[in-house]
């Protein structure tokens, strides 16, 4: 089967780091992808990991270890303009299709 | 490039009555998806294609759901006949065709508001 779990909200102040966890059950996939989604907005596109590691653009980085079925979303010196849901997502290599499966989205919110 | 274009971007309608979605990919990109945004369910895939081709319609409820791509430029989700529960945010998506290219681009959705 094919879940990514996310935490459903996250609080922090603005100029804090913020780490957004995504724990995934799937047989194998090519990557595991992170969008950001403003309230009343439409999801957009943040960063890719093909490989286990860190990916790192401008404040935010993205890693991912495919032995421990684990990624995270790292954001740096947050700003009021980051508070939006985050959802990780994947495409399953087992059914070869290019079906993105999104994980249940984590809203974070920062505060001043 | 004006991204993925969708109309309308609200609609209030009856239940019963029929809804039809619009969608307009970014030029030269071969896939083409359909999602459907709430809070209960999250964003679940309904339809994808490829070169006009629906590939995976799994994620399409039940028959009341229907999606065509007559061309590369254009693609339609109907709902007939809508009810209540088809209340929800319709996004439109798509990407080139390379492999090695994940992103997906996003339309800025359809709100749809049946009655």
């Known amino acids: 089967g094919q879940s990514l779990e996310q935490p459903s909200e996250v609080t922090a102040v603005e100029g804090a780091i913020v780490q957004i966890n995504c724990t995934y059950q799937?047989?194998?996939?090519?990557?595991l992808s992170w969008y950001q989604q403003h309230d009343g907005g439409a999801p957009t596109f943040l960063s890719y990991?093909?490989?286990?590691g860190l990916e790192e653009t401008g404040r935010f980085s993205s890693f991912l270890s495919r032995s421990d079925s684990y990624g995270y979303l790292l954001l740096q010196e947050l700003q009021m303009k980051d508070s939006a849901s985050y959802f990780c997502?994947?495409?399953?290599?087992?059914?070869?299709?290019?079906?993105?499966?999104f994980g249940t989205g984590t809203r974070l919110q920062v505060f001043p | 490039d004006a991204g993925v274009i969708q109309s309308p971007r609200h609609e209030v309608t009856e239940m019963g009555q029929e809804v039809t979605l619009r969608c307009k990919p970014i030029s030269g990109h071969d896939y083409l998806f359909w999602y459907r945004q709430t809070m209960m369910r999250g964003l679940e895939l309904l339809i994808y294609f490829n070169n006009n081709v629906p590939i995976d319609d799994s994620g399409m409820p039940e028959d009341r759901f229907s999606a065509k791509m007559p061309n590369a430029s254009f693609s339609t989700l109907k709902i007939q006949p809508s009810e209540p529960r088809d209340s929800a945010v319709y996004f439109c998506?798509?990407?080139?065709?390379?492999?090695?290219?994940?992103?997906?681009?996003f339309g800025p959705g359809t709100r749809l508001l049946v009655l």
């Open positions: 799937t047989s194998g996939f090519y990557g």
């Open positions: 998506a798509s990407r080139p065709s390379s492999r090695r290219e994940e992103t997906q681009y």
């Open positions: 990991n093909a490989l286990d």
């Open positions: 997502a994947v495409r399953d290599q087992a059914y070869n299709t290019d079906k993105l499966i």
